[in-house]
C-alpha cells in the first residue's frame, strides 16, 4: 500500500512568490492534515479535513494561505505571498476516521524563503 | 483545548540502556487516544506506539512502552535496550476520539541521542 505522498520534497523561492504544496493520502482515509513545522519544534496543525470539508482551519493564516481538498482525495496548500517567517516543513498526514488508528505523514515539503 | 507538554528538550542514553520520554497532556475530554512519534534527521513521521483513553493496560510495541497514568494525566514513553538508530527527536501527540472531532495535537519533542 503506497503511503501519503508529498510534492515537492524541496521548494526555494523568494518572498512575495507564491508557492503550492501538493498532498495525496493514503486510499480511504477520511481524515488528511496539513501540519507547518518550524526547526526544532513539534508539528502545528494549518488545517484539518473530514473527507472535503475543512473542519478545523482555525490557525491557518487566511490572508495569505489556502488550501482544498477536491473529491475527498487530494489536497493542495498555498502561500500567496510568502513570506520569509513561512520558511518551515510542511507535513500531509492522513488518517482512518475511528479510533485506535494513527495518522500516516508524508516525507514533508522544506520550503525556504529568502 | 488540548495542551502536550514535554519537559525534556534533549535526553542522553548509553547504547543498550532503558530510557523514558515524558509526556504530560491535559485536556476535558474523556475519550481521546495518545500517540508517540519518531523523527529522524531525515525528516519523516514514524508512529511509535498508540494508548487509547479506556485502555486498561499500558501498550507495548516491540521494545517500546508506554507507562500511561491516567490520574496524572500522563503518558510517558520507554524505549529499552536502545540503540544507535533510536537517536531521533519524539513527540507525543493527542487526539480527541468524539463524535466527529480528530483534531491530532504535537508537544514540542524531546531529541533522544543514544551515545556508543
Known amino acids: 500500500e503506497a503511503g501519503v505522498v508529498q510534492s515537492p520534497r524541496y521548494k526555494i523561492i523568494e518572498k512575495k512568490q507564491p508557492v503550492a504544496f501538493w498532498c495525496n493520502p493514503i486510499?480511504?482515509?477520511?481524515?488528511l492534515y496539513w501540519y507547518r513545522q518550524n526547526l526544532g519544534q513539534g508539528p502545528e496543525l494549518l488545517i484539518r479535513?473530514?473527507?472535503?470539508?475543512?473542519?478545523?482551519d482555525s490557525q491557518l493564516p487566511k490572508d495569505r494561505f489556502s488550501a482544498e481538498r477536491l473529491k475527498g482525495v487530494d489536497s493542495t496548500l498555498k502561500i500567496q505571498p510568502a513570506e520569509l517567517g513561512d520558511s518551515a516543513v510542511y507535513l500531509c498526514?492522513?488518517?482512518?476516521?475511528?479510533?485506535?488508528?494513527?495518522?500516516?505523514f508524508g516525507q514533508g515539503t522544506r520550503l525556504t524563503v529568502v | 483545548a488540548q495542551k502536550i507538554t514535554q519537559t525534556q528538550p534533549g535526553m542522553f542514553v548509553q547504547e543498550k540502556e532503558a530510557v523514558t520520554l515524558d509526556c504530560t497532556y491535559d485536556t476535558s475530554d474523556q475519550s481521546y487516544g495518545l500517540f508517540w512519534y519518531k523523527q529522524p534527521s531525515s525528516g519523516e513521521m514514524i508512529f511509535l506506539i498508540y494508548?487509547?483513553?479506556?485502555?486498561?493496560q499500558n501498550a507495548t510495541e516491540g521494545r517500546y512502552s508506554l507507562n500511561f497514568q491516567k490520574a496524572r494525566k500522563s503518558a510517558n514513553l520507554v524505549i529499552s535496550a536502545s540503540q544507535l538508530g533510536d537517536s531521533a527527536m519524539y513527540f507525543c501527540a493527542m487526539r480527541r476520539e468524539r463524535g466527529s472531532n480528530y483534531k491530532l495535537t504535537f508537544g514540542k519533542g524531546t531529541l533522544l541521542t543514544v551515545n556508543p
Open positions: 498526514a492522513s488518517s482512518k476516521r475511528t479510533v485506535n488508528t494513527e495518522a500516516f
Open positions: 486510499s480511504g482515509h477520511n481524515t
Open positions: 479535513y473530514e473527507n472535503e470539508e475543512a473542519v478545523d
Open positions: 494508548q487509547g483513553s479506556y485502555d486498561e
